[in-house]
């Protein structure tokens, strides 16, 4: 974790400190994990709601990884920017980065299948649960959930 940048996270009010939390962390992680099998389980059917659940499982994951380090995202606009600049400043050392630098890109994917009824092909579930299982077990291993 790179301290100073999660340092400077919570001086700009991006994070803020909590109580730690390991056991709602490693509910998190459970369910990150069961938001990959289920993905999977309904790409060729839903790949629009199986990408959902894949990006779900990243932010979990990286919420997981704030609660049980005693922080979290602040409430309010940009909720889902924020938890990403969390993971670059405190995954850094999980040497996931290619998949981190994802996170950014599916936000946008996932903004536009909410927002502008973007439709998500079969062809691009597998890349995503590549980035969503490295992040979600790269966490997962740390937190030893």
Same mark, same amino acid.
Request: proline share 1%.
């Given at each position: 974790?790179?301290?100073?940048?999660? *340092?400077?996270?919570?001086?700009?009010?991006?994070?803020?400190?909590?109580?730690?939390?390991?056991? &709602?962390?490693?509910?998190?992680?459970?369910?990150?994990? *069961?938001?990959?099998?289920?993905?999977?389980?309904?790409?060729?059917?839903?790949? &629009?709601?199986?990408?959902?659940?894949?990006? +779900?499982?990243?932010?979990?994951?990286? *919420?997981?990884?704030?609660?049980?380090?005693?922080?979290?995202?602040?409430? %309010?606009?940009?909720?889902?920017?924020?938890? %990403?600049?969390?993971?670059?400043?405190?995954?850094?050392?999980?040497?996931?980065?290619?998949?981190?630098?994802?996170?950014?890109?599916?936000?946008?994917?996932?903004? *536009?299948?909410?927002?502008?009824?973007?439709?998500?092909?079969? +062809?691009?579930?597998?890349? &995503? !649960?590549? !980035?969503?299982?490295?992040?979600?077990?790269?966490?997962?291993?740390?937190?030893?959930?």
């Amino acid at each position: 974790m790179s301290e100073e940048d999660v *340092q400077r996270l919570l001086a700009e009010k991006k994070i803020e400190a909590v109580e730690p939390d390991a056991e &709602t962390a490693r509910a998190e992680i459970a369910t990150a994990r *069961q938001h990959l099998v289920s993905a999977l389980e309904i790409a060729e059917r839903d790949p &629009t709601l199986a990408f959902i659940a894949l990006y +779900d499982a990243i932010r979990k994951a990286i *919420q997981a990884h704030a609660r049980a380090n005693g922080y979290r995202v602040t409430k %309010g606009a940009g909720g889902h920017v924020k938890t %990403g600049e969390y993971a670059l400043a405190a995954l850094d050392a999980l040497e996931i980065r290619d998949h981190l630098d994802e996170f950014d890109a599916l936000r946008a994917i996932r903004n *536009q299948s909410e927002y502008e009824a973007l439709f998500v092909g079969v +062809d691009e579930i597998e890349e &995503t !649960h590549a !980035h969503a299982y490295a992040i979600v077990e790269a966490v997962a291993a740390e937190l030893e959930a």
